[in-house]
């Protein structure tokens, strides 16, 4: 038998006989306990995680289920398992109202759907659900020492759905809806009435105005040429020197243009 043989061999029976393989195999809850703390305490949340998987049934309700229940929770966060730690953290807020860790479970419990929270052009359940769970955090703990980062949070939270919904109106107007990119314009800058994208809504509801009026039936070429021209005077009444400017005074000349039309 060769050297490496033996080598190998004797790396196998040795972690074989690691407490880490007699705790997973043994029945001794005390014994497993002791070992997935090392684990824990070590940095080696997997492991830990794969013991306190075995330990979190026959554990429940015991002395040391708070701690256990905690590091659990606290395993799954580091290893970045954030729809598994934000059930644990939430299930410890419930289960221990009075542990010193409550609050710091509550917002880490929060704060997980913030990392599940995806780029805005995808479905934001996530970021809805963290959100909630965020400002329901900052409700129930206004002197928390995690208050600015919360709030932080969920200012960038709330910067996503603003630009979806901006994004979604203004993608009416791309595929030449006009009528539909009007409405959604009005409902965006009603439903985030300080937005920093006002000045672009009030543009593409100016171009979505002024391409309805020209591809109107001749009986409402009129009509929507004057509602175009007024969102014009919207949007430089909002802002003077808008960077649409150059481009909104051509679109202007233009309605002019074919207003003439109908005073002859």
């Known amino acids: 038998m060769s050297k490496f043989l033996y080598i190998f061999l004797f790396s196998i029976l040795?972690?074989?006989?690691?407490?880490?393989?007699?705790?997973?195999?043994?029945?001794?809850?005390?014994?497993?306990?002791?070992?997935?703390?090392?684990?824990?305490?070590a940095g080696k949340y997997e492991k830990a995680?794969?013991?306190f998987e075995q330990l979190s049934?026959?554990?429940?309700?015991?002395?040391?289920?708070?701690?256990?229940?905690?590091?659990?929770?606290?395993?799954?966060?580091?290893?970045e398992q954030y729809y598994l730690a934000a059930y644990q953290f939430e299930s410890f807020a419930a289960t221990y109202p009075k542990s010193e860790n409550r609050e710091e479970t509550a917002y880490l419990g929060a704060k997980c759907y913030s990392f599940l929270s995806p780029v805005y052009s995808l479905d934001q359940?996530?970021?809805?659900?963290?959100?909630?769970?965020?400002?329901?955090?900052?409700?129930?703990?206004?002197?928390?020492?995690?208050?600015?980062?919360?709030?932080?949070i969920t200012s960038e939270l709330k910067d996503k759905l603003e630009k979806k919904a901006f994004e979604i109106a203004k993608q009416y107007n791309r595929i030449s809806d006009y009528k539909s990119a009007i409405s959604a314009l009005d409902n965006f800058m009603i439903d985030f009435p300080g937005t920093k994208y006002k000045e672009d809504a009030l543009f593409y509801k100016y171009d979505s105005s002024y391409k309805l009026a020209l591809n109107s039936i001749p009986s409402k070429v009129e009509e929507r040429l004057n509602i175009a021209k007024s969102s014009y005077s919207v949007l430089m009444r909002f802002k003077?020197?808008?960077?649409?400017?150059?481009?909104?005074?051509?679109?202007?000349?233009?309605?002019?243009?074919?207003l003439q039309k109908f005073s002859k």
């Open 240 to 258: 003077e020197d808008t960077k649409y400017k150059k481009q909104a005074d051509e679109m202007l000349a233009q309605i002019d243009k074919e």
């Open 125 to 152: 359940v996530d970021t809805e659900k963290a959100l909630d769970k965020l400002q329901n955090y900052i409700n129930t703990y206004p002197n928390s020492p995690h208050l600015e980062e919360a709030n932080k």
């Open 57 to 79: 049934g026959p554990n429940r309700g015991k002395a040391n289920a708070e701690k256990l229940f905690y590091m659990f929770a606290q395993s799954y966060y580091k290893t």
């Open 49 to 51: 995680i794969r013991l």
């Open 14 to 41: 040795l972690i074989s006989c690691s407490p880490y393989q007699k705790a997973l195999k043994s029945e001794d809850l005390s014994f497993k306990y002791e070992v997935a703390t090392q684990k824990y305490e």
